[in-house]
């Protein structure tokens, strides 16, 4: 796309939390730092019956808790009302999309972005109608939300709607995990340093632990949690797309398929998790009533519309391999839950210890070098390294410590992750969105352990809220010699 061109991104389910709390501020965002050209609208789609007045000032009473801060232009806010509107919609109903028709003819010559956020069984109806209606140019785009499908067999009966009405080079699946600012600089670190490119592999990297740990529950959220559980709701999406930018080789170049091609032959790498290795690399679990944020919680089966009966994993901890000559006989523990003791997304690349050591402990390493990526509350990169203790005292003795290699202090802000995948999906740049391929490849790895555990009976293990997850996931990685980082 031409940059200086303007566009409609439609927001479907414009109503909705994430077009709220999320995607409304970021494309302010865009709009105030210039990133989004004169004549852009933002048309937010939603079966509430409201006024675009209406609209406009719930945006703005959002708009006092998100930029606490008072992060705002007051010119920018006013060229930003301009821009948006609402629309009253059943999605459903075809007759009903006439208001977005007479809309988009107003401004023929912008470019269309639909950004598809509502329930996945809405996608190829929303595709359909936009179809019907003539509203699909030849350079509209689609971005669809997860999660997309909740098995191999699901997933492809809704990436088959959505590709009768749009080509694939078309069609954005987001994960807002890689708009992370961090999460980018893992490519920044791994193929533009001397430093690490040449130590990033079996022979030098002892394993890796990527972390997703939530202390919130479902937040009313139970019915749909409750079909998805934690491995398809963040082990087949969030985590192995982290782990592919860990794992993956370096690409031809840093466009989009260069860089999908790559992350592909990661995940069809991942040695299948089943039989007996189910039991010895796997752990369910389901959080029971305990104390989070000093506050007495409920347990997963006690929450609102929750089922006595229900066997939903809220916490997943798998020893993950990868059969190729970078990564064989590293292993890889990934780990997610909710209500666990505190709110953290981190990576930790464990590198080995030096083959003898020089200095007081019986010619062992006293710890190992780490390089640790947190993504979540605050981003930060840091190096942990062997240092002498300053002083007079008798032999050499050594301390661990951090190498802060983090943004300073006094950095422009960060831009929110939507913001980075909003902008990119503007540019027509699909380098950090999920191709089909991807997705179906990553549901084939996962739906084994899923039919794995069902076939098995391995129902999840309960944990206390407010604690780490079950024993049972700390035995997981302590059975090879290792344990979970904690700072």
Not at 194 to 213: E, G, K, R, S
Not at 314 to 338: E, H, M, S
């Amino acid at each position: 796309m031409n940059e200086k061109r303007a566009c409609d991104i439609i927001i479907f389910g414009g109503h909705g939390d994430l077009a709220l709390r999320k995607l409304i501020p970021a494309l302010f965002h865009l709009c105030q730092d210039g990133y989004l050209i004169e004549g852009t609208r933002i048309i937010a789609v939603s079966r509430e019956k409201l006024t675009r007045q209406e609209y406009t000032d719930l945006i703005l009473e959002r708009f006092k808790t998100t930029f606490k801060d008072q992060s705002f232009n007051e010119y920018f806010l006013e060229r930003f009302k301009n821009n948006l509107y609402y629309l009253s919609i059943d999605l459903m109903q075809e007759k009903a999309y006439a208001p977005l028709i007479d809309l988009l003819a107003k401004k023929p010559e912008n470019e269309r972005i639909n950004y598809l956020s509502t329930a996945p069984s809405l996608f190829g109806v929303i595709c359909k109608f936009l179809n019907t209606s003539k509203l699909i140019m030849p350079t509209s785009r689609v971005v669809l939300e997860k999660p997309i499908g909740n098995n191999l067999e699901s997933s492809q009966v809704i990436n088959d709607e959505v590709a009768r009405y749009f080509d694939e080079s078309a069609i954005f699946r987001i994960d807002h995990y890689l708009g992370k600012d961090t999460v980018q600089n893992i490519l920044a670190l791994r193929f533009s340093n001397m430093l690490f490119a040449p130590i990033w592999n079996a022979q030098y990297i002892d394993h890796i632990q990527i972390t997703v740990a939530e202390s919130v529950g479902l937040e009313g959220r139970w019915g749909y949690y409750n079909n998805y559980g934690a491995m398809r709701d963040m082990v087949q999406n969030h985590l192995l797309q982290l782990l592919c930018l860990i794992a993956m080789e370096p690409p031809s170049s840093l466009d989009g398929n260069s860089v999908r091609d790559e992350k592909l032959k990661v995940i069809r790498s991942l040695r299948a998790i089943e039989n007996e290795a189910l039991a010895l690399k796997t752990v369910r679990g389901q959080y029971a009533a305990g104390v989070s944020d000093q506050k007495a919680v409920p347990g997963f089966l006690e929450e609102d519309g929750g089922n006595a009966n229900s066997d939903t994993e809220t916490f997943v901890a798998l020893r993950v391999d990868i059969d190729n000559w970078r990564w064989n006989g590293v292993p890889i523990y990934l780990r997610t839950g909710k209500r666990l003791r505190k709110r953290y997304s981190e990576i930790v690349i464990d590198f080995k210890d030096i083959p003898h050591s020089i200095f007081p402990k019986g010619g062992q390493c006293i710890d190992s070098n780490k390089l640790v990526i947190r993504l979540q509350p605050d981003e930060s990169i840091s190096m942990f390294i062997m240092n002498k203790i300053p002083g007079l005292s008798e032999g050499m003795r050594l301390q661990r410590v951090e190498l802060d290699l983090n943004i300073p202090k006094n950095a422009p802000r960060s831009p929110d992750a939507y913001e980075h995948l909003l902008l990119d999906v503007v540019r027509n740049n699909p380098t950090l969105f999920m191709r089909r391929d991807e997705v179906e490849a990553a549901w084939i790895w996962a739906d084994k352990i899923l039919e794995g555990w069902k076939k098995q009976n391995i129902t999840p293990k309960s944990y206390t809220a407010g604690t780490d997850g079950p024993s049972a996931s700390i035995a997981l990685i302590e059975r090879d010699g290792r344990s979970w980082y904690e700072k």
